[in-house]
């Protein structure tokens, strides 16, 4: 069955840096685009980003870009998400979402989600 | 970016009884391709959001046939037809036409 399993959450002081991580597993990674998708404390769903199956085309939400950069490794079946310059608005539950369907632009499956923090 | 609109916002329902919400986007959700990207998820107490239909209608594997999903275009509907305990939770919709993928504000329903 697929899984995902979001890591690397925590706390961190504004200015900070982060290295979220998403272990596939369940499916060929490396066929798929993913997402991160965040929601922060009581709120709706936000997406973050997305990156194609071999890794070639990258997009981001206006809200990160510049600060947040999306990377897979294929080999590990493994998606990350290195978040700098963090803000207190970048606190929330951030999860990866398998890309469904041929355009991969609709999410099938969410990881449990990793909380970050950002606050002095 | 496409603007996705829910309406009610906040549903109670009596168990057995239907409900319905609706979501509007801000542009055609229909590709080039035929087909309309439109998707609705479910976010159970304390759990990560869940596909229940995607392309308008087609179920997701697993999700009960209670679910169902019309529309076109702009203007699209979910449908519970017999609520049941296990439903309660937060309803989006959501577009994948073109990034960045947005979300409706989301409906909370609740059982009476």
């Known amino acids: 069955q697929v899984q995902l399993v979001e890591s690397g959450g925590g706390v961190v002081q504004p200015g900070g840096s982060l290295r979220l991580s998403c272990a596939a597993s369940?499916?060929?990674?490396?066929?798929?685009?993913i997402h991160w998708v965040r929601q922060a404390p009581g709120k709706g769903l936000e997406w973050v980003a997305f990156?194609?199956?071999?890794?070639?085309?990258?997009y981001y939400a206006d809200s990160v870009k510049g600060r947040f950069i999306i990377s897979r490794d294929n080999s590990k079946s493994t998606l990350y998400l290195q978040m700098n310059s963090l803000r207190a608005e970048d606190t929330a539950v951030y999860y990866c979402?398998?890309?469904?369907?041929?355009?991969?632009?609709?999410?099938?499956?969410w990881g449990q989600g990793t909380l970050v923090t950002v606050s002095s | 970016d496409i603007v996705m609109t829910q309406t009610p916002l906040s549903l109670s329902v009596t168990p057995g009884q239907p409900a319905s919400i609706s979501c509007k986007s801000s542009q055609s959700l229909l590709h080039s391709d035929g087909k309309t990207y439109l998707y609705w998820y479910l976010q159970k107490p304390g759990q990560s959001p869940q596909l229940l239909l995607y392309?308008?209608?087609s179920r997701f594997p697993g999700v009960p046939d209670r679910f169902s999903g019309s529309g076109s275009g702009t203007d699209f509907t979910l449908k519970i037809s017999r609520v049941e305990a296990e439903d309660v939770g937060v309803y989006y919709c959501m577009q994948g036409i073109h990034l960045p993928g947005t979300f409706g504000q989301g409906t909370k329903v609740e059982i009476k």
């Open positions: 979402a398998k890309g469904e369907g041929v355009r991969f632009l609709g999410y099938d499956y």
């Open positions: 369940g499916f060929t990674f490396s066929d798929y685009g």
């Open positions: 990156i194609q199956y071999d890794g070639t085309s990258k």
């Open positions: 392309e308008i209608s």
